[in-house]
């Protein structure tokens, strides 16, 4: 079961443009995570907003949240060739907070 | 920096055969979790611990896979018989009690042949 569906499922864009990912849950959430996965690795951790929060920061990277949308976006500003990665939203759900993963977003950032 | 270690790394198998992939987590980390990644898809949880018990195996077919994590430490997910459709990645991650962000190993490739 997945809780998260992301859009677009493909993103191609050149160097230094902007890309937005988004994702949409199904469930109330306390917390929703974004992950990045560079092909054939494992999942890297970027950023975290919480059910109280709207807009989150770090570096290159704003997430946003919309609890009443069941919603939020990742942007990644100034885009790198070194961006291309699959994009994961999660988020915890149950009473043992699992952790459930979107389908993700394949970016592709072209020099 | 400290890592989540799985092997092996790639393991080729015949179909109806028994297969066994090792997690060893972050030291101190008390939730393990792993994860099965079809190519294009987003990680499914199979399975659950915290420390030593299973606390979610809802996803996790049981007539052929089984996982334990004695000790609450290193933790083994078994297969057996292998099927086609268990080709995937097999992903284990760890999270340290009350925290919420993941830490993943870099995954065991599991090809069904």
């Known amino acids: 079961s997945q809780q998260g569906e992301e859009d677009p499922q493909a993103l191609s864009i050149q160097e230094g443009e902007n890309a937005t990912m988004n994702c949409s849950y199904k469930?109330?959430?306390?917390?929703l995570q974004w992950y990045r996965q560079n092909s054939g690795r494992g999942l890297v951790h970027l950023i975290l907003?919480?059910?109280?929060?709207r807009e989150k920061h770090s570096g290159r990277l704003r997430v946003t949240l919309d609890t009443s949308k069941k919603s939020s976006s990742l942007l990644i500003t100034a885009s790198r060739a070194a961006d291309t990665a699959s994009y994961f939203c999660?988020?915890?759900?149950?009473?043992?907070?699992?952790?459930?993963f979107g389908a993700g977003t394949r970016l592709a950032v072209h020099p | 920096e400290a890592e989540v270690a799985q092997s092996p790394r790639y393991k080729i198998t015949e179909k109806s055969q028994a297969v066994a992939f090792w997690c060893d987590p972050i030291?101190?980390?008390?939730?393990l979790y792993w994860y099965r990644q079809i190519l294009g898809q987003g990680p499914e949880l199979l399975v659950q611990?915290?420390?030593?018990?299973?606390?979610?195996d809802s996803q996790l077919p049981k007539d052929r896979f089984s996982a334990e994590r004695l000790k609450g430490v290193d933790s083994t997910l078994k297969i057996q018989p292998a099927e086609l459709g268990d080709s995937a990645m097999y992903l284990c991650?760890?999270?340290?009690?009350?925290?919420?962000?993941?830490?993943f190993g870099q995954g065991t490739r599991l090809t069904v042949v």
């Open positions: 991650a760890s999270s340290p009690e009350g925290h919420l962000e993941a830490f």
């Open positions: 469930t109330s959430i306390n917390n």
């Open positions: 907003i919480r059910s109280n929060e």
């Open positions: 999660a988020s915890h759900s149950g009473g043992y907070n699992k952790l459930i």
């Open positions: 030291s101190g980390h008390a939730t």
């Open positions: 611990f915290q420390d030593e018990s299973v606390v979610d």
